[in-house]
Structures are given as C-alpha cells and as structure tokens.
C-alpha cells in the first residue's frame, strides 16, 4: 500500500517518457516462432523420411536386378563349362571333320629334336563334310553309325558339282532342325 511519490521538475518530464507500470513482453511473436520452428521441423522430417523410403526401395529393385544377371551369369558360364568341356571339344571336332593328330617330337633349346613323328591317322575324304551338311546331323551321333553322307560317294565328290549332299538320317521322331547342334558365337 505504498503509493509512489510524486515526481517534479525534470525527473516528471523523464518519467513520462517510460511507461508507469512495467510492460509485458508480446506473446505472439514468440509464440508464432516456436509453431513456426516447430511446423519446419515436421516437414523437414517428413521430407527426409520420404527420400530414406524412396532409397530404400531403389535399394530393393538394385538387389532384385543384381541377383537375377548373377543367376543370368552363372547360367552363361555353365553353358561356356559345357561346350569347353573335352567330350563336348572331341564331338565338335569329329562334327568338323578333324582327326586326332599323331605323336609329336619336341625340339631341345640346343636344336636336337627328341621323338619320333608320326602324322595324324588319314580319314576318308566321305568323312569330310561342307557346312551345309553339317546341319542336318543329329546333336550326339554315335561311334559306329554311319550316316547317309559318309555312306554316299558322290556327295562328298569334289568333281560332282550339280549333286546336293543327303541328309544325315536321323532318329525316329526327330526333326532334322532339331538335331542342330549348337555352337557358341554361331
């Protein structure tokens, strides 16, 4: 209950120029910063939830696309497995009409050659074949059977310009397409 005293002269004057009772602060600038503050934050994590999600399924679809070419890859280096294979080399060969070679000599760094020669066992010249009737063989032909083209003299003929080769007899039920062998980088 005590009042104030009464101010005069040039304390009156400065003493007008202040407020009489203390003011408070304004809330609504404060309280517009704090939602303001508050709002970016939200956004900002839902933005940065949605570039995390969105990552996480390019990451899925890379991992999808980076097993199946390792399953496309593994299947391809099977296929390379089985044609380098010697069996699957030998048939190829024999298909083309190579012969296995002779024994071989060697030759030392001083010039001597250790071995003794021999040339590569001769194949009818029936056995050698032009590529057109390479395709009409069967895929797996046997040791001992004897196709129509190795049976028939004119047409492996050099000199016999007008015949066509006959086709190779394949098994029952099998279509000539069929039986085509394949080749890598054929």
Do not use: C, H, W
């Not at 060969?93 to 190579?98: I, S, V």
């Not at 895929?139 to 049976?151: E, I, K, L, V």
């Amino acid at each position: 209950m005590s009042r104030k005293p009464r101010l005069k002269g040039r304390a009156a004057r400065l003493a007008r120029l202040f407020p009489a009772r203390p003011r408070q602060a304004a809330r609504t600038p404060f309280v517009l910063l704090v939602v303001l503050l508050l709002g970016g934050g939200l956004i900002g994590l839902l933005v940065l939830n949605s570039a995390l999600s969105e990552g996480s399924f390019k990451m899925d679809d890379l991992q999808k696309d980076t097993k199946s070419l390792t399953d496309e890859e593994q299947a391809l280096q099977r296929d390379i497995d089985s044609y380098s294979a010697p069996d699957a080399l030998q048939r190829r060969a024999r298909e083309l009409g190579m012969v296995p070679g002779g024994d071989p000599a060697f030759l030392d760094p001083n010039g001597t050659v250790k071995g003794v020669p021999s040339a590569a066992a001769p194949r009818s010249p029936a056995a050698v074949r032009p590529p057109e009737a390479l395709a009409t063989l069967p895929a797996f032909p046997s040791a001992g059977t004897a196709t129509a083209a190795d049976a028939s003299p004119a047409a492996a003929s050099p000199t016999a310009g007008t015949t066509v080769p006959e086709p190779a007899a394949t098994a029952p039920g099998v279509s000539p397409t069929a039986a085509t062998p394949t080749t890598p980088g054929r």
